[in-house]
């Protein structure tokens, strides 16, 4: 279980987790995470990077997202701007403004 206040916009994102780790609660541990676009770097245990004391555990997780195909509709292609249910128009972009 975890909670994870953030600060995120379109390409930039900050998270600190606070992870409860097989519902122990008196014994959290505490993490870091950025994301730069599509490359994210963090840690669900950050202590035993700051801290002297005895590591239980550590873990880094590191993501690259590439998009190598994007779809019509996000490349502006898209004539309709609504999308009717059932209808073989396209479905439209994820992002506002097709990015």
């Given at each position: 279980?975890?909670?994870?206040?953030?600060f995120?916009?379109?390409?930039?994102?900050?998270?600190?987790?606070?992870?409860?780790?097989?519902?122990?609660?008196?014994?959290?541990?505490?993490?870091?995470?950025?994301?730069?676009?599509g490359?994210?770097?963090?840690?669900?245990?950050?202590?035993?990077?700051?801290?002297?004391?005895?590591?239980?555990?550590?873990?880094?997780?590191?993501?690259?997202?590439?998009?190598?195909?994007?779809?019509?509709?996000?490349?502006?292609k898209?004539?309709?701007?609504?999308?009717?249910?059932g209808?073989?128009?396209?479905?439209?972009?994820s992002?506002?403004?097709?990015?």
């Amino acid at each position: 279980m975890a909670i994870t206040p953030r600060f995120e916009t379109r390409y930039f994102e900050a998270a600190l987790p606070i992870v409860m780790h097989e519902y122990d609660v008196a014994h959290p541990s505490i993490g870091f995470m950025l994301r730069l676009n599509g490359l994210v770097v963090g840690s669900d245990h950050i202590m035993p990077f700051i801290s002297k004391g005895d590591v239980y555990a550590l873990d880094l997780y590191v993501r690259v997202r590439w998009m190598i195909f994007r779809s019509p509709a996000c490349r502006g292609k898209r004539t309709n701007k609504k999308h009717r249910s059932g209808s073989k128009e396209m479905i439209p972009c994820s992002f506002p403004g097709g990015g």
